[in-house]
């Protein structure tokens, strides 16, 4: 079981441990007062690897080989020279997703970013290479900003059989995937669903907006997304989405987790749909399905119950891989640890910033 | 030489103190100080090379607009200041 958790946030990078059962303490903080927009922990050399969103001065990376003890800037993506001729050429604006390669590509990482660029890098972070395919692709100039300005990759899932088989998610740019490790894309995202398109365009796939795409360890063929109106479940892959009706809780929200270990179970952290964005009723809930959607529990224990507006961002919900420890953070600053596969939590010893993102490692 | 100061917010990547830089232009005289400060570029300039949104340059007491002050010729006699604004919570 997993000892230690990250929590990015809008103030900093907070390092927890656990002291005891249920006791989850800040063991090391970093960055203070710098917007920290993702954390990776490479579970092949245990680097860290700390997104920053420095505002005015740009998105940057860090890297840290002692374990936070201190932490060396790195090249971050760059757009530099890329469709130069536009009328208004990219850069970068945030970095969304972090992931390591496979277990013996040591060295690889794939980032997503703000606008829609997937990259690259062979050297733990010291270049990066834009994924020109999937940039270039005509599909992909379709996407279009959700909450932000520019449409962005936030999810990236590497396949644990082969590596160069990757899924990634895209807001809103819907589900895709590669088995070449990206020379070539296919686009999925059949069965999903957008209610916020003309209704002629509501399937269209290139424009769903996938909240969250992530992809059961055991059983990588399965992934769950929490979709902007709706989850949806496929078990063959990236397509044939069949869409959850959940009737215990608001089926809108941004994060989701999937049990490593059974791709039938999966949490979700709820909210009122998409205008208003906080917890029905102000009661902090996290909803568990263990039959793929079928039925759902509505897991309260532990979870702040009257007057509680904090909204789950999409990367604020990870899973240990035992499948038995989660952490959950929220824009209001709570941080809530289970041990129990969500049925019970305690909230960690801070009040922290509002939370971009929580990581396991 | 042109004299270039920056935001103290900038401590970790750039010159701490007023600094004289050799450059025909304010992008001369930036580039000049990379061998140095290798990191200072991406703070102030984003990936194509454009003056971030929200950093502002004043040259001899006169803020200049955003779109051209990289070209702006310096004199041997110009004051630089570079800062950012700062906002939010």
């Known amino acids: 079981m997993a000892d230690r958790v990250f929590a990015a946030t809008r103030k900093g990078l907070f390092e927890f441990r656990r002291r005891g059962a249920g006791d989850w303490q800040v063991a090391s903080t970093a960055f203070l007062g710098s917007p920290v927009s993702m954390l990776l922990v490479d579970p092949r050399d245990r680097a860290l690897y700390a997104a920053l969103d420095l505002g005015h001065f740009g998105a940057k990376l860090h890297r840290s080989d002692d374990g936070g003890a201190s932490w060396t800037e790195i090249a971050a993506p760059s757009y530099a020279g890329v469709d130069a001729d536009a009328a208004s050429p990219p850069s970068l604006k945030l970095i969304w997703a972090l992931e390591p390669g496979g277990p013996d590509e040591v060295g690889v990482l794939w980032a997503g970013t703000i606008p829609g660029g997937l990259f690259r890098s062979s050297d733990r972070g010291e270049s990066w290479s834009l994924v020109r395919s999937l940039w270039e692709d005509p599909r992909r100039k379709q996407w279009f900003g959700g909450g932000f300005d520019d449409p962005g990759i936030h999810s990236i899932c590497v396949d644990p059989r082969d590596p160069r088989r990757l899924a990634i998610g895209a807001s809103c740019g819907g589900v895709w995937d590669t088995t070449d490790a990206g020379e070539t894309w296919r686009l999925g995202g059949t069965g999903m669903r957008a209610e916020y398109l003309p209704p002629e365009e509501s399937d269209a796939p290139e424009t769903q907006d996938a909240h969250r795409l992530v992809r059961c360890a055991a059983d990588p063929d399965c992934f769950w997304v929490q979709h902007h109106n709706g989850v949806f479940r496929a078990t063959k892959g990236v397509d044939d989405w069949r869409e959850i009706h959940p009737s215990t809780h608001p089926a809108f929200g941004f994060a989701v987790a999937v049990h490593p270990a059974d791709p039938r179970t999966a949490w979700f952290a709820p909210a009122v749909k998409d205008e208003f964005r906080y917890p029905a009723d102000g009661r902090v809930v996290v909803a568990r399905t263990r039959d793929g959607g079928e039925s759902f529990d509505v897991l309260t224990e532990g979870l702040p119950q009257e007057h509680a507006y904090d909204l789950v961002y999409r990367h604020g919900l990870d899973i240990d891989p035992s499948g038995e420890t989660l952490a959950m953070g929220s824009t209001t600053g709570g941080l809530w640890l289970s041990e129990d596969g969500g049925d019970s939590w305690s909230a960690a010893r801070a009040r922290l910033p509002p939370v971009y993102a929580v990581r396991f490692g | ?89």
């Open chain 2, 1 to 89: 030489m042109a004299t270039i100061s920056f935001t103290p917010h900038l401590r970790q990547v750039g010159p701490t103190r007023p600094t004289a830089c050799c450059g025909a232009t304010l992008g001369d005289a930036l580039r000049a100080l990379e061998p140095d400060y290798p990191l200072l570029r991406g703070y102030l300039l984003d990936d194509q090379g454009r003056l971030r949104r929200h950093i502002a340059v004043f040259v001899d007491g006169v803020m200049r607009p955003r779109e051209s002050v990289l070209g702006l010729a310096l004199a041997e006699t110009s004051d630089v200041y570079i800062f950012q604004a700062l906002s939010g919570g």
